[in-house]
């Protein structure tokens, strides 16, 4: 048996969570429109969420993660362990205080690119990469939700004066 590290007590955590929603979805009122039921979509992401979270608890008791990542205790070595998630994390931030600004079509294919780079690298090539897949990607997902869905998105005041 592995020693109860922090991944076993999260990974039981979220998996004792995910069972708390599943079984509050029998609570769903059912709607009389529709050819889908109202609890169906719920349902089927949090059992991928059930089987992800038994995958992880699987390997956290399997001692598939260290946990010593040995870069030293105290703040500097908290930021340094998680560094990228706090700036992928800030600049996710900075996308939802320019979204009334930006809009969703232009801050997203910006947050896109940016993490993208961030992550992957600055090199001009990577950067071509990167934003050929950012436009691509959220242009797909905005016309998606914009004309297929009929989901009225945030334009932004720079779309807003074109």
Known sequence: MARTNRDIVAAAFLLALTCVFYAAT??????????????????????????????YLGNALR????????????????????????ICFAIYGLFLVTLPYLGMLI?????????FNFLGGWGVRRMAVHGAIAAVAMGAMWAVFTFGLRVILPEGEVLRIW
């Open 26 to 55: 029998f609570t769903i009122r059912k709607t009389s429109f529709g050819t889908v039921g109202s609890e169906v979509w719920p349902r089927a992401i949090l059992i991928s969420q059930g089987v992800l979270c038994i995958l």
């Open 107 to 115: 801050g997203s294919t910006l947050f896109v690119f940016l993490v």
């Open 63 to 86: 001692g598939r993660y260290p946990t010593d990542h040995g870069r030293g205790g105290g703040i500097a070595g908290w930021f340094s362990t998680y560094r990228n998630a706090l």
